[in-house]
C-alpha cells in the first residue's frame, strides 16, 4: 500500500484551538532559547508572512498581537506551520532522543523526512501503530525521567519526531 501525505496543516485538525495558541505563545515568548538557525527561519518568515496591523516588523509587535496574526497563518500556510513547529520542537530538544526511544518501543515508524520536511505540503502520514492512543503515549512517555510535557504536547512531539498522524 501506497502511503499518502498530508499537508503540515493538516495538523490542526488535530490541535484544540487553546493549545495551538499556546504552542504559537511559547515559540515567540522563548525566541532567545532557540537554536541559531531556526530562530533565523522563524524571524524571517515571521517578517514575511505576518501582518500585524499597525506594525511594519511584526517582530516589533506585542505578543498577544503577534500570536494572533500567526494562528490564521499557522491554519493555512504549511510552510509557517513547519516553522513553527520546527521553533517548537527545538524548544524540547533535549528530549527528543529519550522521546523517540519510547516511541519506538511503542511500535512507531520514523519517516525518513521526520523533523526535516523539505516539502511541508507532503509532511506526514497516517496511522500509529494499532493500539496505541493518547492516553498509552502520553503514559509510556511519561515515564521518562526528564520529560515533563503534557499529554498534547507529547502528542504534538511525537507527530514531529515520527512524522505520523493518529
Not at 75 to 94: P, V, Y
Amino acid at each position: 500500500m501506497t502511503q499518502v501525505y498530508k499537508p503540515m496543516i493538516g495538523l490542526n485538525v488535530y490541535l484544540e484551538p487553546q493549545f495551538r495558541k499556546e504552542v504559537i505563545e511559547k515559540v515567540y515568548a522563548n525566541i532567545q532559547e532557540l537554536s541559531e538557525d531556526i530562530r533565523r527561519d522563524l524571524l524571517q518568515i515571521t517578517k514575511e508572512e505576518l501582518k500585524v496591523s499597525g506594525f511594519r516588523n511584526p517582530m516589533l509587535a506585542p505578543l498577544a498581537l503577534r500570536v494572533r496574526a500567526a494562528i490564521e497563518k499557522f491554519e493555512k500556510e504549511s510552510r509557517f506551520t513547519k516553522q513553527i513547529l520546527a521553533a517548537w520542537a527545538d524548544l524540547h530538544r533535549d528530549v527528543h532522543e529519550p522521546v523517540l526511544s519510547g516511541l519506538k518501543e511503542l511500535g512507531f515508524e520514523v519517516l525518513e523526512t521526520a523533523g526535516v520536511y523539505p516539502d511541508p505540503e507532503l509532511a506526514f502520514a497516517s496511522g500509529w501503530p494499532e493500539g496505541v492512543n493518547y492516553e498509552q503515549l502520553h503514559e509510556t512517555l511519561s515515564k521518562i525521567p526528564e520529560n515533563k510535557l503534557t499529554s498534547d504536547e507529547n502528542a504534538l512531539l511525537s507527530i514531529w519526531l515520527t512524522g505520523v498522524l493518529p
